[in-house]
């Protein structure tokens, strides 16, 4: 099961997190699995099968060495708060939405019209952590029907601040089944969060190839 990889912890069972665990075992990664309900994570192991296992929160945060936080952007910075000292040194995924049901079938948005989740969740960090704004910019509809796409695949953007880290994150949305393109630094992040001009809930309007990309740009 061993590989040279960067091990990979999904925090949060939802829709997002079950999709992109779900694409991770497809790819031929190895994941951990964690949720605050360990029957839930022990029960997605046991589907997806041998490259899949499930722990608690905590020792998923240890062992991993990219760390997806597959839960509500409220949630994700009570976790940085929680699990401050496991997730120091860690690279942290943010595919979140900063959005709550506005009560008429549709979302709003819960922080201000120019602020990111990516920028807030940015000052929350524990010492050492590399934040990565990834596998939000597209719903979990299509995050599973348009992974693996052939011949050419779809895109998913991502920003960070850290260029150091830039492969591992290409290895990630690769093994996700997607291509990635990154876009800058976390203060891009409003681009490819719901509303944004990059994001399938905003501008961009569906999933898309590069080479659509590059017609709409």
């Given at each position: 099961?061993?590989?040279?990889?960067?091990?990979?912890?999904?925090?949060?069972l939802?829709?997002?997190?079950?999709?992109?665990?779900?694409?991770?075992?497809?790819?031929?990664?190895?994941?951990?699995?964690?949720?605050?309900?360990f029957?839930?994570a022990?029960?997605?192991?046991?589907?997806?099968g041998?490259?899949?296992?499930?722990?608690?929160v905590?020792?998923?945060?240890?062992?991993?060495?990219?760390?997806?936080?597959?839960?509500?952007?409220?949630?994700?910075?009570e976790?940085?708060?929680?699990?401050?000292?496991?997730?120091?040194?860690?690279?942290?995924?943010d595919?979140?939405?900063?959005?709550?049901?506005d009560?008429?079938?549709?979302?709003?948005?819960?922080?201000?019209?120019?602020?990111?989740?990516?920028?807030?969740?940015?000052?929350?960090?524990?010492?050492?952590?590399?934040?990565?704004?990834?596998?939000?910019?597209?719903?979990?509809?299509?995050?599973?029907?348009?992974a693996?796409?052939?011949?050419?695949?779809?895109v998913?953007?991502?920003?960070?601040?850290?260029?150091?880290?830039?492969?591992?994150?290409?290895?990630?949305?690769?093994?996700?089944?997607?291509?990635?393109?990154?876009?800058?630094?976390?203060?891009q992040?409003?681009?490819?969060?719901?509303?944004?001009?990059?994001?399938?809930?905003?501008?961009?309007?569906?999933?898309?190839?590069?080479?659509?990309?590059?017609q709409?740009?």
């Open positions: 099961m061993s590989t040279n990889k960067p091990k990979v912890a999904v925090i949060g939802g829709n997002i997190g079950k999709v992109v665990a779900s694409n991770l075992v497809k790819g031929n990664r190895e994941v951990i699995l964690a949720s605050n309900k029957e839930d022990k029960a997605l192991a046991q589907q997806l041998r490259l899949a296992k499930a722990a608690e905590a020792a998923a945060i240890k062992e991993a060495e990219i760390v997806v936080l597959a839960v509500w952007f409220s949630s994700i910075q976790l940085l708060v929680k699990y401050a000292t496991e997730l120091q040194g860690k690279i942290v995924i595919p979140s939405n900063p959005i709550a049901p009560g008429k079938g549709g979302f709003t948005k819960i922080i201000g019209s120019d602020e990111s989740a990516g920028q807030v969740i940015s000052s929350l960090l524990p010492n050492g952590a590399k934040l990565v704004k990834a596998l939000g910019t597209l719903g979990a509809g299509s995050l599973a029907s348009s693996f796409q052939k011949p050419e695949s779809v998913l953007f991502y920003a960070t601040d850290d260029n150091s880290i830039n492969s591992q994150i290409e290895g990630l949305i690769k093994d996700n089944g997607f291509e990635p393109v990154r876009i800058g630094g976390i203060e992040s409003i681009r490819i969060e719901v509303f944004g001009e990059l994001h399938e809930f905003g501008a961009l309007g569906k999933p898309v190839t590069r080479a659509e990309l590059k709409i740009a």
